[in-house]
Each structure stands twice: as C-alpha cells, then as structure tokens.
Nanobody, 121 residues
Framework: QVQLVESGGGSVQAGGSLRLSCAAS????????MAWFRQAPGKGREWVGM???????VYGDSVKDRFTISKENAKNVLYLDTSSLKPEDTALYSC????????????????WGPGTQVTVS
C-alpha cells in the first residue's frame, strides 16, 4: 500500500526557515517523480516544485531561490527546505508522487500525503 506522510510543519516568524519531510513507502521510490504542493486558506492548490527521478529539480516562480527540494533515496524521504519565509507562504504543504513528472505540476498525481501545516507570522 502506497503511503506518503509529511512532517516538519509548524509556526515560524517571517524570515525564518523550516525543513519539511515526506516519508514514502509501498512503491519503488527512486523511480518516481516527487513534488510539493501547497494550499492556503481559501485558495487553490499551488505547485511548489518537483524533483525528477534523476535528481533534477524544477520550481514554481513564487518559491524559486527560497525553497530547495531534495530527496534521500536510501531512506525514501523527500525534503523541502524553506527559507526567508513570508506570511504568504502560510499553507498546508503536501507531497505527491507519480511515474510521470507533470510539467508545472499540472495534471492528476497518483499519490498524495495528507499534508503538514506551515504558519508564518
């Protein structure tokens, strides 16, 4: 059974940083495209970025140069390192996995985690 579980969210002051994690199980982690999304209250889901199976990273414009996505295949863990956080980064952050790296995060991703809340004040 495929499972994605995020952790590391919390409350932080503007300018601060957090490291979010997404632990994956139940599939061949290293061969999948992994992505981060976020959804702020009252807004639609926004693609944050993704990492291809070969390690190549692609980011959305709103987080470029502030967020970094990485993965540790040996531990089946995906990370999102955030920095210079702003109040507008407040959202529920979720990870997703698929065999296809949907350009710009569009399309329907196969697997999702429940999310972890990040609040920036």
């Amino acid at each position: 059974q495929v499972q994605l579980v995020e952790s590391g969210g919390g409350s932080v002051q503007a300018g601060g940083s957090l490291r979010l994690s997404c632990a994956a199980s139940g599939y061949t982690y290293s061969s999948y495209c992994m992505a981060w999304f976020r959804q702020a209250p009252g807004k639609g889901r926004e693609w944050v970025g993704m990492v291809h199976p070969d390690g190549r990273q692609v980011y959305g414009d709103s987080v470029k140069d502030r967020f970094t996505i990485s993965k540790e295949n040996a531990k089946n863990v995906l990370y999102l390192d955030t920095s210079s956080l702003k109040p507008e980064d407040t959202a529920l952050y979720s990870c997703a996995a698929d065999t296809y790296c949907h350009p710009g995060g569009g399309g329907s991703w196969m697997f999702w985690g429940p999310g972890t809340q990040v609040t920036v004040s």
